[in-house]
């Protein structure tokens, strides 16, 4: 009996100390899960992918690794790898890039002295106990200087805001930093538990959650798409969609997609967005950060 005392005050100072224990617990099943689901897809067909057809699977990469999820959907399939080959042949957002270097140095930079902190957002600040995304750091230093903000400015989705994203994701990437996102307190941890909450939790017109398409349905078909992994999902934005021929947020895709469950989008600057980017966020740590993703 005293024993069980001495380790329930041991398990208790190892999470008092370590607020990341359960989430890396959870990162490290969920790594286990995306490897062994692509391990060999249609010799699993039964256990992970009941509804697709064997001419699909056929077609996938086998014994994808940790890293390839970066990727989304050309991790696994080959035929979107190859239009996506087909499609561009030159780095589709260079000159967004450009501009974002130079929106940086002129008015980020006084708020964010390093471009190679891609992998650090989102961030807990203990001040605020609020949690900040890369995105909420750069609008919060745009309206700090009045600076133009809507549709054509400085906005959540596109515009100045992505272009400043794309070169500091460019830079991230060429330092060959990774996703290493922190849980410094208990509160940071329960904004992390509550991101987690609201991605696994049914919702909308068609009360399905992030994780019925993004974990448990990865590799699968939704309107005819195929749906990418939450594993290293959140590493490769903004993203360059070709068929609007420019680059969008994280924030963005997530809005999206709260349409193709059939609810109205959260706010993209509230507590909702940013502890769901947490969550994600978290759930790709020490994966590397990837640009010239097309969608
Ligand atoms: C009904 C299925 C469905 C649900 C539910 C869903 N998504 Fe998606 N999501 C998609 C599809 C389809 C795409 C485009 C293909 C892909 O996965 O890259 C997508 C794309 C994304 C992307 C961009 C991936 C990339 O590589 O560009 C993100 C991020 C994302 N979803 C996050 C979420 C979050 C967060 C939720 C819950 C709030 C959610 N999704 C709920 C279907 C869904």
């Known amino acids: 009996m005293r024993y069980f005392f001495y380790?329930?005050?041991?398990?208790?100072l190892l999470y008092g100390f370590d607020?990341?224990?359960q989430a890396n617990y959870?990162?490290?099943?969920?790594?286990?899960?995306m490897e062994t689901k692509f391990k060999d897809p249609l010799n699993n067909i039964y256990q992970f992918f009941p509804?697709?057809?064997q001419s699909q699977l056929k077609n996938f990469t086998k014994n994808i690794t940790k890293d390839q999820f970066i990727h989304g959907i050309y991790a696994f399939d080959k035929e979107s790898q190859k239009e996506k080959n087909n499609q561009l042949v030159s780095f589709p957002f260079a000159p967004n890039i450009q501009n974002g270097q130079y929106l940086y140095k002129r008015y980020?930079?006084?708020?964010?002295?390093?471009?190679t902190v891609f992998g650090d957002y989102p961030k807990f600040n203990k001040k605020t106990n609020q949690i900040i995304t890369l995105s909420n750091a750069i609008m919060q230093c745009a309206k700090k200087q009045h600076l133009d903000i809507g549709d054509n400015g400085w906005n959540y989705y596109s515009g100045k805001?992505?272009?400043?994203?794309?070169?500091?994701?460019?830079?991230?990437a060429k330092a060959?930093?990774?996703?290493?996102?922190?849980?410094?307190?208990k509160e940071a941890f329960n904004a992390y538990q509550n991101g987690k909450k609201e991605y696994y939790s049914k919702r909308g017109l068609l009360n399905i959650s992030c994780a019925s398409c993004h974990i448990q349905g990865a590799g699968k078909k939704f309107n005819n798409q195929f749906l990418s992994p939450l594993l290293g999902q959140i590493n490769h934005f903004p993203v360059y969609k070709t068929s609007k021929q420019d680059i969008f947020t994280l924030e963005y895709s997530i809005s999206q997609c709260s349409y193709k469950q059939g609810e109205t989008p959260h706010k993209p600057d509230?507590?909702?967005?940013?502890?769901?980017?947490?969550?994600?966020?978290?759930?790709?740590n020490t994966t590397p950060i990837l640009q010239d993703t097309r969608r």
């Open 51 to 53: 509804y697709s057809n």
């Open 270 to 284: 509230g507590k909702w967005m940013a502890n769901i980017i947490y969550f994600m966020s978290y759930s790709s």
């Open 19 to 21: 607020f990341n224990t």
């Open 108 to 115: 980020i930079q006084q708020c964010i002295p390093y471009p």
């Open 26 to 33: 959870d990162r490290l099943a969920l790594i286990k899960y």
């Open 7 to 12: 380790l329930f005050i041991f398990t208790n």
């Open 176 to 185: 060959k930093n990774k996703i290493d996102i922190k849980i410094p307190t």
């Open 161 to 172: 805001t992505a272009d400043v994203e794309a070169y500091i994701s460019s830079i991230s």
